[in-house]
Every structure is written in structure tokens, then in C-alpha cells.
């Protein structure tokens, strides 16, 4: 079965309680998002479009986690067919962010469809409570179910930002009004 927020029911709640419960029980299992209002966009302002704004997004929300005594394989859900060239760019970014000229802290930023792993699976279901309850939906029973419970074990409310050391739930509340 594939794990996603779109999948979320009554009759599989017991299911996705166990794999929220499994994300917060579990020490190595992290989970960092950026909220962002698209209604702020300007990118005819910053001279920019859509698709590079969300690759900067990327950047954003990867550089703080980063450790360079550490070496990284990142996977992306794929988004489209064209990104080869801004993934690299990414990882090119991130790479010289660090000063790891020769690529050897990042070694991959590749593309995955989201059935091939769980991991990717998990994340889904945590973008989709959270995306949920910053767009003020309630129209499912169970999704607002796994929103509470996803407050409860992580002490926030899923519409702000956390401290920026958060290791568990970190969230950024970009606001559209930094220079991104």
C-alpha cells in the first residue's frame, strides 16, 4: 500500500496513527518544511519564475541541516521531466554553500517516484498535515485526527516556525517578504 495524505480515511486511520506514532518514536527519523503563503509571490519582481523560486525553497530548507563532517544522498520527489539541470544547479549551490568546491559533502541530489520509498511515502503524509492545517481544512474526520496528533507529539501547532535547532518537526514559516 502507498502512503499518502490523499489516502488518509476512517478506515485506515489505525494505520497512519502507527506510522506517526513510528516517525516520533524513532531517533534518526527527521522532518524539516517550509510553509509558504504562494498568494506572497512576486516573481516578476525578483526576476525570477516559479519552478527556480521552488528550487530555491530547496536550497532553503536544506542548507541549515546540513553538517559538513557529513556526506549526503538527497532524493527529490520527482515534480516534473525537466529538472535535471536545476537539480544539479542545486547541488552545485549547496555544495559551494558549504565550501565543498569539489562535491564531495553532497553526493547526489537525484529525482525518485514517491512509491519508491517509503521514506518519501512518510514525508508525504507530514507535508500533507501540515499543508492541511495551514490552509484552514476540516473536512475529513481522520485527517484532523492525524493534524492533532502530529501537535500533540511534536508540541507545536504546525503554522508557525520552530526554533531553528528543532531537530524533529522543523518548521520555516516563510513569510514572501525575504529576498528569495
Keep these: 500500500m502507498e502512503i499518502k495524505w490523499t489516502k488518509v480515511s476512517n478506515g485506515e486511520i ?54 559538513p563532517r557529513d556526506k549526503y544522498n538527497i532524493y527529490l520527489d520527482i515534480k516534473d521531466t525537466r529538472g535535471e539541470e536545476k537539480r544539479e544547479k542545486l547541488r552545485d549551490v549547496l555544495s559551494h554553500s558549504m565550501y565543498d568546491f569539489s562535491q564531495n559533502i553532497i553526493n547526489k541530489v537525484q529525482p525518485i517516484r514517491s512509491y519508491e520509498s517509503s521514506i518519501i511515502q512518510l514525508t508525504d503524509l507530514l507535508i500533507g498535515a501540515v499543508s492541511y492545517v495551514n490552509r484552514g481544512l476540516t473536512t475529513s474526520e481522520a485527517k484532523i485526527k492525524l493534524v492533532n496528533l502530529i501537535q500533540k507529539k511534536s508540541g507545536y501547532t504546525l503554522q508557525q516556525s520552530t526554533l531553528y535547532r528543532e531537530s524533529k518537526m522543523n518548521l520555516f514559516y516563510w513569510t514572501g517578504k525575504d529576498d528569495i
Design 14 to 67: 489505525d494505520f497512519y496513527e502507527d506510522l506517526i506514532n513510528y516517525f516520533f518514536d524513532d531517533d534518526d527519523l527527521h522532518f524539516r518544511a517550509i510553509i509558504a503563503n504562494k498568494e506572497n509571490l512576486d516573481h516578476k519582481k525578483h526576476n525570477s519564475t516559479h519552478d527556480e523560486w521552488y528550487y530555491k525553497m530547496y536550497f532553503s530548507m536544506l542548507k541549515t541541516i546540513l553538517d
